[in-house]
């Protein structure tokens, strides 16, 4: 169908029309790599990002899956943006999303006063996105029902929704609709990917980066000042290394290596230093690596071990 003068259509550009910010594709890996890094400050594989823009060539929805902190969702938006030319919608699943939410529903009161019509039907954003042509991220999807998980497949599948209410059929007149998936296999309250679902996506699987390249994270993620010696974010990442490995509740990924050395610049930059000392990483680390009160002994044992200091 046309998309001309069409009040849906309307709709969606005047509501979501204005948070819709365009850059120049990039659709080289090559070339991505390279704006990933500067523009978005995020060091990407460019194995990775082939597969991904091949994926995308052939209509495939993509699954990014590994633990959290790995930079799934963070990754997932610049290379749907970088893809389209456009910033995509970000879908946080639960389970009780439904096509509603999703899709499309009509305004009870309107719905109640002009009918089930194209009046008092509201626009959601996997229709806008389609419309608009640009991604989705659809952020852990096995916290989704079977059911959503489905229907969403079946839209990528043929780059079509279907609103039976208003007997219509919304095409993607593009290829910057595309969509990518976050899964962590690891999170309890999740169901099952069927193998159904796993055929029909490309799956990328997401690790803790090398010592080297989550050194160079920090760096390319840290504040400038106060400064933050190497030895300093070496000595970290000894702590971070050492309590992945324990039973912890929650294993600290790349993300809480960057926030752990950002919030003790800011601690030293309140103190008035312009260097960053052991006093300052150690207050950092209470507050973002344990995320329980369980979990807070542990992580001040390994400190105390990795720096050879004793905390009171």
């Given at each position: 169908m046309s998309f001309e003068k069409d009040l849906i259509v309307e709709k969606v550009e005047e509501i979501y029309g204005s948070i819709i910010r365009k850059r120049k594709p990039v659709r080289d890996p090559a070339v991505a790599v390279k704006v990933l890094e500067?523009?978005?400050?995020?060091?990407?594989?460019?194995?990775?990002?082939?597969?991904?823009?091949?994926?995308?060539?052939?209509?495939?929805?993509?699954?990014?899956?590994?633990?959290?902190?790995?930079?799934?969702?963070?990754?997932?938006?610049?290379?749907?943006e970088l893809w389209a030319g456009k910033n995509p919608?970000?879908?946080?699943?639960?389970?009780?999303?439904?096509e509603y939410k999703v899709i499309g529903d009509f305004h009870p009161l309107m719905a109640m006063k002009k009918g089930f019509n194209e009046e008092s039907f509201i626009p959601r954003p996997l229709l806008a996105a389609l419309i608009l042509d640009t991604g989705v991220l659809v952020d852990e999807i096995r916290r989704s029902s079977e059911e959503f998980q489905n229907m969403l497949l079946d839209i990528i599948d043929k780059r079509r929704i279907i609103v039976p209410e208003l007997k219509k059929v919304f095409r993607a007149k593009g290829s910057g609709f595309q969509v990518?998936?976050?899964?962590?296999?690891?999170?309890?309250?999740?169901?099952?990917?069927?193998?159904?679902?796993?055929r029909?996506?490309?799956?990328?699987?997401?690790?803790?980066?090398?010592?080297?390249?989550?050194?160079?994270?920090?760096?390319?993620?840290?504040?400038?000042?106060?400064?933050?010696?190497?030895?300093?974010?070496?000595l970290m990442l000894d702590v971070i290394n050492k309590l992945r490995k324990l039973g912890?509740?929650?294993?600290?990924?790349?993300?809480e290596a960057v926030a752990w050395s950002n919030m003790a610049?800011?601690?030293?930059?309140?103190?008035?230093?312009?260097?960053?000392?052991?006093?300052?990483?150690?207050?950092?680390?209470?507050?973002i690596l344990a995320k329980r009160s369980e979990d807070e002994d542990t992580v001040l044992s390994v400190i105390e071990e990795v720096f050879g200091v004793e905390i009171s």
């Open positions: 500067k523009e978005y400050r995020l060091i990407v594989n460019e194995r990775l990002v082939t597969v991904v823009f091949a994926a995308f060539m052939n209509g495939r929805p993509v699954l990014f899956e590994g633990p959290p902190g790995t930079g799934k969702t963070e990754i997932g938006e610049a290379l749907l919608f970000v879908l946080p699943c639960s389970e009780n999303y439904d990518i998936l976050t899964s962590n296999p690891e999170d309890i309250a999740q169901n099952e990917l069927s193998d159904a679902f796993l029909r996506t490309t799956r990328v699987k997401f690790d803790y980066p090398p010592r080297e390249i989550e050194m160079k994270i920090i760096r390319l993620r840290s504040n400038s000042t106060p400064h933050i010696s190497s030895n300093m974010i070496d912890l509740s929650h294993k600290p990924g790349t993300a610049q800011s601690i030293a930059k309140l103190k008035g230093n312009n260097v960053v000392t052991i006093e300052d990483i150690i207050e950092a680390a209470e507050s």
